[in-house]
């Protein structure tokens, strides 16, 4: 049979750019991905947490919230003085950690500062996503902005903002899936959500031992 496969045990030759997709653009397709689980896994653990400090159950009554403050914790800046201590008594500042976490640009690590970086690689690779995905992650940006403009904004607005969110983000992956060209760009921004959803569920892993 012919084809014009190169065959299995061809070695791959290494190049620094080509036509088809330089390297910055590789790059930035990669951390896209990477930016893009990384804000869906504190996404979701965040609902978590929120749902949980508005239920009608008592804190006490919640043995998983203090472990799923851990995991948080361990994702991103929050104070570990501020947990729900080992008798159940939740920590008065609690609940303003979780907003910072949520909404403090300046703070590293946090649901702003990963949605930013995420707009931002989105905007230089603009032109190898499709419009749908761009307008996908724009919105998750900028419901998140609209509910942190309401004032004295409860959780129950910041719930509802994290369940829009995980919605946006499952359809930008279900495009990737299904409109997505299997290219090496592709292939690129698939490697960077595998990638840090391996470091993700390690770190859950390890909070929660």
């Known amino acids: 049979p012919v084809s014009l496969l190169h065959p299995r045990d ?26 893009v689980e990384r804000a869906e896994s504190a996404i979701r653990l965040l609902r978590s947490v929120v749902t949980r400090l508005t239920s009608e159950t008592e804190v006490g009554n919640q043995p998983e919230l203090p472990l799923l403050l851990e995991a948080l914790a361990e994702q991103g800046p929050i104070r570990p003085e501020f947990v729900v201590h080992a008798d159940g008594q939740e920590s008065p500042l609690v609940e303003q950690e979780i907003f910072a976490f949520i909404f403090d640009a300046n703070r590293r690590g946090s649901l702003r500062d990963t949605l930013d970086a995420m707009r931002h690689v989105a905007s230089i690779v603009r032109d190898r996503i499709s419009l749908d995905s761009w307008r996908i992650l724009n919105r998750v940006e900028q419901d998140s902005y609209r509910v942190h403009g309401v004032p004295a904004v409860q959780f129950g607005e910041v719930l509802t903002m994290l369940n829009q969110m995980i919605v946006d983000l499952s359809a930008f992956s279900g495009l990737g899936m299904e409109s997505m060209i299997r290219g090496p760009g592709w292939r690129f921004l698939d490697m960077g959500r595998r ?7 390690r770190l859950i892993i390890r909070s929660a031992r």
């Open 10 to 35: 061809t070695p791959v030759p290494l190049r620094r750019s080509g036509n088809d997709l330089p390297s910055r653009v590789a790059d930035n397709l990669y951390w896209l991905g990477r930016h």
């Open 195 to 201: 990638l840090e959803r391996a470091l993700r569920t």
